[in-house]
C-alpha cells in the first residue's frame, strides 16, 4: 500500500469547505434569480401634485392623550385568532 492512499482524504476536507461556501453563497444571495430593479423596471416619472391648504394646527404639548386612541380599550385592538378556544 503507498503513502499516497490518504492524500485524497486531505484534499477532501478544504474541497467540501469550499463546496458548503459556494452552496450556502448560491442558496442565500441567489443572484441568479434576483430581481433587478434598477434595469428591469421602468418608472414614469409626473410632476408632484397636491395643495398648500391648511388643514390644523398644533402647537405645544397641551393634550396629554391623542384623540381616538384605543390604549384601554384592549379587547378592541387585539382580536382572538379564528378558529381558537377560549382559554379562560
Same mark, same amino acid.
Given at each position: 500500500?503507498?503513502?499516497?492512499?490518504?492524500?485524497?482524504?486531505?484534499?477532501?476536507?478544504?474541497a467540501?469547505?469550499?463546496?458548503?461556501?459556494?452552496?450556502?453563497?448560491?442558496?442565500? $444571495?441567489?443572484?441568479?434569480?434576483?430581481?433587478?430593479?434598477?434595469?428591469?423596471?421602468?418608472?414614469?416619472?409626473?410632476?408632484?401634485t397636491?395643495?398648500?391648504?391648511?388643514?390644523?394646527?398644533?402647537?405645544?404639548?397641551?393634550?396629554?392623550?391623542?384623540?381616538?386612541?384605543?390604549?384601554?380599550?384592549f379587547?378592541?385592538?387585539?382580536?382572538?385568532?379564528?378558529?381558537?378556544?377560549?382559554? $379562560?
Open positions: 500500500m503507498s503513502d499516497d492512499s490518504g492524500l485524497w482524504l486531505l484534499a477532501l476536507g478544504p467540501g469547505a469550499a463546496g458548503l461556501y459556494w452552496a450556502l453563497y448560491r442558496h442565500y $444571495r441567489n443572484t441568479d434569480k434576483s430581481h433587478s430593479f434598477e434595469h428591469e423596471t421602468e418608472v414614469k416619472a409626473q410632476p408632484v397636491g395643495s398648500e391648504h391648511k388643514v390644523g394646527e398644533v402647537k405645544g404639548t397641551r393634550d396629554q392623550s391623542i384623540s381616538g386612541d384605543n390604549v384601554s380599550a379587547r378592541k385592538r387585539v382580536r382572538r385568532a379564528a378558529g381558537r378556544a377560549d382559554t $379562560r
